[in-house]
């Protein structure tokens, strides 16, 4: 681990907690272990795993949309031992304290954790902030997990290297220049490519450069936005055609990855242009270009490309397949990987529909500081992705808030914003929580939480206009004290 230059405290945490977890592992008790459902949580829950079955461990492994209550009172009345609990668990220590105060509980998260939290002795709370670490850039869940299993055992689990990574650029944590890492992040990437798993490479900024045809590729570009193309399938088989790239070699359709350096070279000139064109900025325009980060032993070419793996992952999880997710994080290339690519073209088909939609006038409502939209028959699992990708498309130019209905008569609220509102004093998780305890409800029934550009919680259906109302004030009060 020296390698990765971590700090003595963080080892030693992390050296306890492998600790622990052999002596679970010892006892033949059954783990469990609870995740979170987008690829940041699927590629944890991939590596721990994996972790757990090559160490011979009984372990089960759950997925879910969100730790709420009802799911942690009912682990309590499982009366097991042990629990892992990855991608959140430091926004529901108090929960957990109070619901499982004998049982033994590893976290390993990345989210802020409670700052009056009432830990009990029992857990071992392992969060990259409580040792100096940004969660919301620096490191993913997954990477935590990582380096979890890496403690447990370095020569077995480094293979896993590649997934904290697939997890951290699931949770748009390449935002150094030219979609590069930082932090922790940037030393898993520099062990990769010293251990030969990873290769990093300066190319052409798009998601599907493996996998989709050219026109497919700029269509579904939403970073950097491309004027008059993203979205729109037959500008970009006109846009290809002025330009003299072919999009098929033969029979076979070309994907980003066929290009040659000179109509790469093109492609990228023209595009630049066009961003330019348009009022774009000189730092979008540059944003074409990024650093790739290839899976060096991956056989499969849609999972070659990090970006393209937690794509998969995403589609996954949002779609209620988290299984067939950590399936392919576990190794199947075979039955399971054929369904995640079905999976992944379905939902891409409803992420682009649904994007659509919210370019109609009126569909996209707003305040002075806030702008929101309600996702009529979304899944509250697809919310966060549609949020998401609005506010990297520039649909939204404000913070904005995806509502989602849920079974239970809530919804599911989704909050993103861009660097522009962090670098005014834009915290979207505190402002989460501020906005629920303002509106009166109970905390531990509606949890809120997250980082400062992407956070979420659930209120009932009755409060939406209270709660845009309340959140508002409390965005303009935090960019008020930066000022």
Not at 163 to 183: E, R
Not at 356 to 378: A, C, M, N, R
Not at 465 to 478: A, C, D, S, W
Request: proline share 3%; with cysteine; glycine share 6%.
């Amino acid at each position: 681990m020296n390698q990765l230059d971590l700090s003595t405290e963080f080892q030693d945490a992390l050296n306890s907690a492998a600790d622990r977890l052999k002596s679970w592992v010892n006892s033949g008790e059954t783990i469990r272990v609870s995740g979170h459902i987008d690829a940041d949580g699927l590629s944890a829950a991939g590596i721990l795993s994996s972790m757990l079955l090559r160490m011979r461990a009984n372990f089960h492994t759950r997925i879910l949309p969100q730790l709420e209550p009802n799911y942690i009172e009912d682990l309590a009345k499982e009366k097991r031992k042990y629990y892992i609990f990855s991608d959140f668990g430091s926004g529901q220590v108090n929960l957990l304290t109070k619901s499982l105060p004998k049982e033994e509980i590893i976290i390993l998260d990345h989210h802020e954790p409670l700052s009056s939290s009432e830990k009990s002795s029992n857990i071992l709370e392992l969060n990259s902030h409580l040792f100096g670490i940004n969660g919301s850039n620096d490191i993913s869940a997954a990477g935590m997990c990582f380096l979890f299993s890496y403690a447990v055992d370095s020569c077995k689990n480094l293979d896993l290297l590649p997934l904290a990574l697939v997890g951290a650029v699931g949770d748009i944590q390449d935002k150094d220049k030219q979609h590069s890492f930082t932090g922790i992040n940037k030393k898993l990437v520099e062990l990769g490519v010293e251990q030969n798993l990873i290769k990093v490479e300066k190319d052409l900024y798009f998601q599907y450069r493996e996998m989709k045809p050219i026109h497919e590729a700029l269509m579904e570009t939403n970073e950097p936005f491309l004027p008059e193309l993203t979205g729109n399938e037959a500008a970009c088989l006109r846009f290809l055609s002025n330009i003299g790239i072919p999009l098929h070699a033969g029979e076979n359709q070309r994907t980003i990855s066929d290009l040659s350096t000179n109509e790469k070279k093109i492609l990228t000139s023209q595009l630049t242009q066009l961003i330019l064109s348009h009022n774009g900025t000189p730092e979008q325009a540059n944003s074409l270009i990024s650093t790739n980060y290839l899976i060096i032993n991956e056989k499969e070419s849609y999972l070659k490309d990090i970006r393209e793996f937690s794509q998969l992952l995403n589609a996954c999880g949002r779609t209620r397949n988290p299984g067939i997710g950590i399936a392919v994080c576990m190794g199947d290339r075979d039955i399971h990987f054929k369904h995640a690519q079905d999976i992944l073209l379905n939902y891409l088909k409803k992420v682009n529909s649904f994007l659509d939609s919210l370019k109609h006038p009126g569909k996209i409502q707003e305040t002075d500081y806030v702008q929101y939209f309600y996702g009529e028959d979304l899944d509250e699992t697809m919310i966060g992705t549609i949020t998401t990708i609005a506010t990297k498309t520039k649909i939204a130019n404000k913070v904005l808030i995806g509502f989602a209905a849920c079974e239970d008569g809530s919804y599911k609220i989704s909050a993103r914003a861009q660097d522009m509102f962090i670098n005014k004093g834009v915290n979207l998780g505190h402002a989460m929580r501020e906005t629920i305890a303002k509106l009166g409800l109970d905390p531990s029934k509606f949890i809120a939480g997250g980082h400062d550009a992407a956070a979420g919680t659930r209120i009932p259906k009755s409060y939406d206009k209270l709660f845009i109302e309340t959140l508002n004030k409390v965005v303009e009060e935090q960019i008020s004290k930066k000022r």
